[in-house]
């Protein structure tokens, strides 16, 4: 198993590590009443997926 020569430095491991960003949340308008949500989910405001009422509110 190949096993680094050096010890990697703090500054460069941290450079190394500061390009993961986490990635914004993707938000979608429901058809129904327009309300912003998350894609593939049931609508916390209006009940809907899919253009169908699934939960009562």
Known sequence: M???KRKKSRSRT???RAQWKA????LVACDRCR????PHTVCNN???YN?????AV
Do not use: F
């Not at 990635?23 to 993707?26: D, F, R």
């Not at 253009?51 to 939960?55: F, G, N, S």
């Open 51 to 55: 253009k169908r009422q699934v939960i």
């Open 46 to 48: 209006c009940g809907t």
């Open 35 to 38: 309300e912003t949500k998350l």
């Open 2 to 4: 190949a096993v680094p």
């Open 23 to 26: 990635a914004p949340l993707t």
């Open 14 to 16: 941290r450079s190394r």
